[in-house]
């Protein structure tokens, strides 16, 4: 690939909840755009069999439970080298509906959707593991900005995620870091397989039809985010943005 303004040459991109669907897209287009990877996740067989096959060098993953926020700072200070970019896609969902709020749930789901990110972030900014200019992307929701019935608490972290983006790109500005979120409607994953499990393909096929260019692909997200991580997006910070085929654009 050659260099320019949208290509990842020479940068290196953390990323979590690479191991599956969104994330483990957003690793491949990274290296076909250039760039190395180091991604995060549990069940790490797929991403190391793709590292192989295409001979990436210079890009690892790493074995990690984010549910272990107490050790977090031992996967940052293992950090090879400094990095270029940041992008947290490690999530889970959760539905119940709001009057069955149950209190450990709500802890489960914000340890990694939430928690989990504001901890690595921290460790990678104080240890300076963080190069000037890089760019940091944190994938949230549709349902952060649209209250769908039995998503309260996967809604919580992801509003959460979309206000402290902003407040990360004002304070890490003069530094001319970059933070930005993306609110992807509904993608074709494991965690959409799940969906249609816990509710039914009846009520899936109703929601899909409201998407006007039907349910995404991890691709639809990750080239966007290759894009916010590449110099091409350099004066973009401290957005949220929707991709969701036009879903919330719609009557
Ligand atoms: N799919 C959608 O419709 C959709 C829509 C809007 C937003 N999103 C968001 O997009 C992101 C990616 O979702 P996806 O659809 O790609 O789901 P996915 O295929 O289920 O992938 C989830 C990723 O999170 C990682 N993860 C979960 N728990 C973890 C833990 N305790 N420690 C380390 N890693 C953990 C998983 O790693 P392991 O499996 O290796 O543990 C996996 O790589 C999530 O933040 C999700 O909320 C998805």
Known sequence: MKDNNFSLISKTILVTGAT???????????????????????????????IEEHSLVGSKVV????????????????????????????????VSPMHFFNY????????INLDSVL?????????????????????SSISAIRGAKGNGLYAITKAALDGISKVYANELSSKHIRVNSIQPGMVETDMSKQAETLLSKEIMDIDRSKYPLGYGEPKDIAL??????????KWITGQSIVIDGGRTSFL
């Open 224 to 233: 966007p985010v290759v894009f916010l991580l590449s110099n091409a997006s």
């Open 20 to 50: 599956s669907g969104i994330g483990l897209e957003i690793c491949k287009q990274i290296a076909i755009a250039g760039g190395n990877f180091i991604g995060i996740g549990r069940n790490v067989e797929k991403l190391q069999h793709y």
């Open 104 to 111: 450990n749930d709500y802890e489960s789901i914000r340890k």
């Open 119 to 139: 901890v690595l972030f921290s460790e990678l900014l104080k240890n300076k593991k963080i190069n000037k200019n890089a760019s940091v992307v944190f994938i």
């Open 63 to 94: 074995k990690f439970d984010l549910v272990e926020i107490e050790n977090i700072h031992l996967l940052v200070s293992e950090l090879p080298i400094k990095i270029d970019g940041f992008v947290h896609s490690a999530g889970i969902a959760h």
